[in-house]
């Protein structure tokens, strides 16, 4: 089957095959770097997967194989993070509600964060800064042997964005977590591996083959408003105060689904001995009480 398009965009590629989407950073020429006009169209990227029924898993990768994503683009010198001193690149984000500028790598992992469809990060080479930190919110992430990690910010007298300091204790312990961030080093993917960051390392060669195999054994064997469902229940229960929390929601999901076409297919294909064949969309399908959070707001911090 040969992939198709879903949109043009001038600093990713996003293209779907057999329902599964890849969306490739590319920037050919700046190892992938992350700009502004890359951050809004992941986030456009992802609202296209999401709205896409027949999209089951998106795959996440870099152009080359030299670098997976090289960080911030710092083509802008020392002003690269200094946001009140590029207010004439249109990049301020101060308004009469917002009174602070918001982490362009923030808002791109947040969008992650509320993907609808399960994502695997395939890591094909060099991910240091956001190039690391945007991997964090994707739920599999599979390294080539040349790929190499690093979370340099202190080294660069910032601090880890992307609400990194939430989701990386999470993923790999907080001992972990803040030795690779006090020490800014980069390092290879055997050690991402040992500290569980990612959860493979395969030959260069083969990395995608092995992505594009775990996305096919989603896409393949499982409900699509159940991946959505348990990739929002996971996630969102790391917060939780109590297992009383999952208790509740657990409960809402496996009644409503358990009265759903896709529930009775999912045992009748099993006691028939054939694949499952589920027709409920993610757009069409969800269970009424979803979603159960209160969606959290960008507030405007008032001056002291």
């Known amino acids: ?106 808002r791109v992992t947040l969008r992650i964060f509320e993907s609808l469809k399960p994502v695997i990060g395939a890591i094909n080479g060099a991910a240091v800064g956001i190039g690391v930190t945007m991997q964090l919110p ?3 992430r599979i390294a080539s042997d040349n790929a190499r990690f690093g979370f340099v910010f202190n080294r660069r007298g910032i601090n880890p964005e992307a609400a990194s300091s939430w989701f990386l204790p999470r993923l790999v312990g907080i001992s972990q977590a803040l030795e690779w961030c006090y020490t800014g080093r980069v390092f290879p993917a055997a050690e991402a591996l040992a500290g569980k960051l990612v959860s493979e390392v395969v030959p260069q060669a083969d990395l995608m083959k092995r992505a594009k195999e775990v996305a096919r054994e989603i896409a393949d064997n499982t409900a699509p408003v159940s991946n959505a469902l348990t990739r929002q229940m996971m996630w969102r229960m790391l917060g939780a105060g109590h297992p009383m929390d999952a208790h509740i929601v657990d409960s809402a999901a496996i009644y409503e689904r358990g009265r759903s076409p896709d529930a009775k297919e999912g045992v009748m294909s099993f006691l028939e001995k054939r694949p499952a064949n589920y027709t409920v969309s993610v757009s069409e399908g969800m269970p009424t009480f979803f979603p159960w959070w209160e969606e959290e707001e960008f507030e405007w911090i008032s001056k002291v």
């Open 138 to 140: 994707m739920d599999i």
């Open 1 to 106: 089957m040969t992939a198709t398009t879903l949109a043009q965009f001038d600093e990713i590629k996003l293209e779907k095959e057999d329902g599964i989407a890849t969306l490739t950073l590319y920037r050919p020429d700046n190892m992938n770097a992350f700009t502004g006009k890359m951050m809004q169209e992941m986030i456009k990227a992802f609202d296209i997967t999401d709205a896409d029924d027949d999209v089951k898993v998106v795959i996440v990768t870099g152009h080359g194989e030299r670098a997976f994503c090289a960080g911030a683009d710092l083509s802008s010198g020392a002003k690269t993070f200094d946001y009140d001193a590029r207010a004439n690149d249109g990049e301020a984000g101060r308004s009469e509600k917002v009174d602070i500028q918001r982490d362009g790598g923030g």
